[in-house]
């Protein structure tokens, strides 16, 4: 069987409650493939996530962006895995750029975190991306490899997770991976999984690609063969959210 198509919207730390009414409405509202073709996830910032689980269709799921990496307890701020469960949210985000590169997530917490939130019964897509610098000196696939290696030491079942190749330097920036720069990096990913994890791990696991993703692009992204999904930012607050959505059914060919 394929690998099912995954969209992922991140709204990132935007929105009111008016405004997010309204990006809801806007989905519940698309025609777009269906659950077999497509699985559509939303990630609201916390305070909203009750909100949108309430009010999306049916056939969307809501993440979280975060979550710690332990059970509650004194860690103020911080948000559990048991927390969003209790809400009824099934997925959350762990690892991105954003936090790795602004709040000094380490390679080794964010492993820590994706472990703990699987163990908990949540489902995890899991960030990894290089920096421009990295990229230029030739280091994209040491440092996406060891990324993925810090989560794949506290991953048993791989069933729950998704993992999302984010070039930092793509992300907000309207630089975009081009199809084939994404489809190399996706191509050496299902490798090292392959080589690292297993055969049938490599074969059944998403990779999805994040990193300015838009209606113009992503056609031609999506046409890529280890190119599963997207995990869109800005995009995903927009109508043509709607449209990268509808991108898969490029994969329906195949």
């Known amino acids: ?25 806007t989905l519940n509202e698309a025609e777009v493939p269906s659950e077999d073709v497509v699985e559509v996830v939303v990630s609201p910032p916390f305070v909203f ?7 999306l ?10 979550c710690w990496a332990r059970r509650g307890g004194a860690f103020t701020g911080e948000v559990s895995a048991e927390m969003l469960l209790n809400l009824g949210i099934p997925w959350v985000i762990i690892g991105h750029s954003e936090r790795r590169l602004i709040l000094n997530e380490s390679n080794e917490f ?9 163990s908990q019964g949540l489902r995890v897509i899991a960030c990894v991306g290089e920096t421009l610098e990295q990229r230029e000196s030739g280091s994209t696939m040491a440092v996406v490899a060891a990324q993925t290696k810090s989560i794949a030491e506290k991953v048993s079942n791989w069933d729950n997770i998704v993992l ?16 084939a720069q994404a489809q190399e990096v996706h191509f050496e990913l299902r490798k090292w999984l392959h080589d690292n994890v297993g055969s049938e791990v490599a074969a059944s696991t ?20 280890d190119v599963d999904g997207f995990l869109v930012g800005g995009a995903s607050l927009k ?15 195949d």
Not at 239 to 253: G, L
């Open 206 to 225: 998403r990779i999805i690609y994040g990193g300015s993703v838009n209606g113009a692009n992503c056609k031609e992204l999506a046409a890529q063969p």
């Open 239 to 253: 109508p043509e959210f709607i449209d990268i959505i509808k991108s898969a059914t490029v994969k329906k060919s």
């Open 164 to 179: 999302a190749y984010e070039p930092v330097w793509a992300i907000g920036t309207g630089k975009v991976a081009a199809p």
């Open 1 to 25: 069987m394929g690998r099912k198509f995954f969209v992922g919207g991140n709204w990132k730390c935007n929105g009111t409650t008016e405004e997010v009414k309204k990006i809801v409405t």
């Open 110 to 118: 964010v492993g820590d975190k994706v472990g703990y939130a699987l």
């Open 57 to 66: 269709r049916s056939d969307f799921y809501v993440a979280a962006q975060n």
């Open 49 to 55: 996530l009750s909100l949108v689980k309430n009010l």
